[in-house]
């Protein structure tokens, strides 16, 4: 049985885009994709994802907001202890405010957003992969 995958990004094409590339991965099963980070952390309880694909910034709840409720409900057991967490950032410098705060709310991984500074779709298909491997 493969691995079930929550995406959340307010942009429908980006989501889209990221549904497509996830869905290349052999061991994907499931896919939902998902609008912003309140949907992202209610997704999380009931869909049940291996794996958390999220965007820093959305409407109504950003996604470092959204990855510190998904981390303290996985403590109590309400979302899968064992899923990770992929944060996707426009702007990925090392030293950047979202990158290390992601890493210090626990994010498993931290990727450039696919049309991040040079607007184009565009990301690191292999480390997603291997990112989505490893959960398998």
Same mark, same amino acid.
């Given at each position: 049985m493969g691995i079930k995958v929550l995406i959340a990004d307010d942009n429908a094409m980006m989501l889209g885009f990221l549904e497509k590339l996830v869905k290349k991965a052999p061991n994907v099963d499931t896919? @939902?994709?998902? *609008?912003?980070? *309140?949907? !992202?952390?209610d997704q999380a309880q009931t869909f049940t994802p291996? #794996?958390?694909l999220m965007d820093v910034e959305m409407p109504? #709840?950003?996604g470092l907001t959204a990855l510190k409720e998904i981390k303290s409900l996985q403590k109590t057991g309400k979302v899968n202890p064992k899923a990770k967490v992929i944060i996707l950032s426009g702007t990925m410098h090392e030293n950047d405010t979202n990158v290390r705060k !992601? *890493?210090? @709310?626990? !994010? =498993?991984?931290?990727?450039? *957003?696919?049309?991040?500074?040079?607007? =184009?779709? =565009?990301?690191?298909?292999? !480390?997603l992969m291997k990112a989505l491997q490893d959960v398998g």
């Open positions: 896919i @939902l994709g998902v *609008k912003n980070g *309140k949907e !992202a952390v291996d #794996m958390i109504e #709840m950003d !992601a *890493k210090f @709310l626990g !994010a =498993s991984y931290v990727f450039p *957003k696919p049309g991040g500074g040079d607007r =184009s779709f =565009s990301i690191d298909a292999a !480390a």
